[in-house]
T-cell receptor
Framework: AQSVTQLGSHVSVSEGALVLLRCNYS??????LFWYVQYPNQGLQLLLK??????LVKGINGFEAEFKKSETSFHLTKPSAHMSDAAEYFC????????????FGIGTKLQVIP | DGGITQSPKYLFRKEGQNVTLSCEQN?????MYWYRQDPGQGLRLIYY???????QKGDIAEGYSVSREKKESFPLTVTSAQKNPTAFYLC????????????FGQGTRLTVV
């Protein structure tokens, strides 16, 4: 069994400020972890993923996330928000290996204030 | 270019009519998925298929049906039994055994009037 909790359905930051989107997961087996971004009326685009190895993962558009096993967390950060970062962000988890369905969090809408 | 194509992007239907949403992928992926997205509820899994001619119900399968006759195609039918069909529908696929990353189509917005 697995689940994902995204803390904060809406987050607002000022342009140039730090972006921090929180994600905690539970999984009975070692997980794969993902962050996706969705712009209005679009599909989901992968930002970054953790599978194995280095726990700090760098993705596209300057985003990064750190897998912390002890905290069962995979928070998404970006040092300086840009207006184009305004979108909805989804954290997801899947079990390690094999064909399994991915479980998504409910999403966090990021608003960037000029 | 490889990817997932959903069509149409916008779809309007009258209440009581069945409607089929198309999803085609050329990524050679074995697994395909249908999700429903409603505001504030994230993505909910409707059906998934791990192999041709086999599919499994997800969390909200009632009122929906699927088929998987070809590896590339996974159409979703929204039947008249679905009580609240207006939503944004997303199709996805995932590939090799070592990496279950999902790739998504651009979605179909279904409005039932």
């Amino acid at each position: 069994a697995q689940s994902v909790t995204q803390l904060g359905s809406h987050v607002s930051v000022s342009e140039g400020a730090l972006v921090l989107l929180r994600c905690n997961y539970s999984s009975s087996v070692p997980p794969y972890l993902f962050w996706y971004v969705q712009y209005p009326n679009q599909g989901l685009q992968l930002l970054l993923k953790y599978t194995t190895g280095a726990t700090l993962v760098k993705g596209i558009n300057g985003f990064e996330a750190e897998f912390k096993k002890s905290e069962t967390s995979f928070h998404l950060t970006k040092p300086s928000a840009h207006m184009s970062d305004a979108a909805e962000y989804f954290c997801a988890v899947s079990p390690l290996g094999g064909y399994q369905k991915v479980t998504f969090g409910i999403g966090t809408k990021l608003q960037v204030i000029p | 270019d490889g990817g997932i194509t959903q069509s149409p992007k916008y779809l309007f239907r009258k209440e009581g009519q069945n409607v089929t949403l198309s999803c085609e992928q050329n990524l050679n992926h074995d697994a395909m998925y249908w999700y429903r997205q409603d505001p504030g509820q994230g993505l909910r899994l409707i059906y998934y298929s791990q192999i041709v001619n086999d599919f499994q119900k997800g969390d909200i399968a009632e009122g929906y049906s699927v088929s998987r006759e070809k590896k590339e195609s996974f159409p979703l039918t929204v039947t008249s039994a679905q009580k609240n069909p207006t939503a944004f529908y997303l199709c996805a696929s995932s590939g090799d055994r070592k990496n279950t990353e999902a790739f998504f189509g651009q979605g179909t917005r279904l409005t039932v009037v």
